[in-house]
């Protein structure tokens, strides 16, 4: 379990539309678990709505590694593809340099 850093609390008051915290809402930075944490936690608590709570987080979890996996391996892809583009760039501007000399 941590706390939030500033920019991450701005960032999650942005995403959920919280209160002011001058007036209503939040008035000190939350603590968070960690993907790890949430499962040792659910190691501990016994009742079925708190299982069931703890099972849908770690989906959530997992859903969210896999959209990171794939979105890593679609910038690796374009990474690959602009290097190929820079190349054949590069091969065209020899090819019109000696052509024109």
Not at 27 to 42: C, D, I
Request: glycine share 2%; proline share 1%.
């Amino acid at each position: 379990m941590f706390e939030l850093s500033k920019e991450e609390l701005l960032n999650w008051r942005r995403q959920f539309g919280t209160s002011n915290s001058e007036n209503m809402g939040l008035r000190y930075v939350p603590m968070v678990f960690t993907e790890q944490g949430l499962a040792m936690l659910s190691c501990v608590l016994r009742s079925d709505r708190a299982i069931a709570v703890n099972i849908r987080i770690i989906r959530v979890f997992t859903k969210m590694r896999e959209l990171l996996t794939d979105n890593l391996s679609l910038r690796l892809e374009i990474e690959e593809i602009k290097k190929k583009v820079t190349n054949q760039s590069r091969n065209i501007e020899l090819v019109f340099f000696t052509w024109m000399s």
